[in-house]
């Protein structure tokens, strides 16, 4: 969740957070063990991060938002169990896997942010996972609001990460759907 749109006062997740978590602890299961370092760069409140790693007894997770607030840091902190928050990327140190989530729309000059942190937080055989929002032709007001500079087709995100010095494991779109309109008038059907 960007944190434009955080409320505390929800009860409930929306449903595509959740649905989104479910694919992503899909995704990452194979990839997961005891003991692993985690940076989650735009983290927001920490959902997936908790979401993905709770059935983990023993891992160690640096969540970095530079939206945090002061009160946020001082709430989140005191709350999280093996969870440090941040608002800036540690200065060095690499870690098992990387969660750029819906992020790399937020920075101007992506490809000098993304090959920074591969350079700075990533070793051979580390783990990183992207997703951004898909389609430009799609960009708008929603976008615009959340200060994104652009939304990806699959092939412009896979160049991006190999230019960054990325090995592509797998790569695919999360969500598809169709909503066609019913071709049928009431009378047909009577």
């Known amino acids: 969740m960007d944190l434009k749109e955080f409320d505390k006062t929800k009860a409930n997740r929306h449903p595509w957070e959740t649905a989104r978590l479910r694919a992503l602890s899909t995704i990452l299961r194979p990839h997961l063990f005891n003991g692993v370092k985690i940076l989650d760069v735009g983290c927001g409140d920490g959902f997936i991060s908790r979401g993905l790693f709770s059935h983990l007894q023993i891992k160690e997770i640096t969540a970095v938002d530079v939206h945090l607030s002061d009160k946020q840091l001082l709430e989140f902190n005191n709350s ?11 200065d060095s140190g690499t870690f098992d896997l990387v969660l750029l989530l819906d992020v790399l729309e937020h920075v101007k000059d ?21 997703t951004v929002p898909a389609f430009q032709s799609i960009y708008g007001y929603h976008d615009v609001n959340l200060g994104h500079y652009r939304r990806y087709n699959l092939n412009e995100l896979e160049s991006l990460a190999i230019s960054g010095g990325i090995k592509i494991l797998s790569s695919g779109y999360l969500f598809a759907s169709l909503l066609l309109p019913n071709t049928f008038s009431a009378s047909s059907l009577t």
């Open 80 to 90: 999280s169990n093996q969870m440090a928050y941040m608002r800036e990327l540690p």
């Open 110 to 130: 992506d490809a000098i942010f993304f090959s920074d942190i591969v350079r700075r937080h990533m070793s051979k055989g580390d783990k990183i996972l992207l």
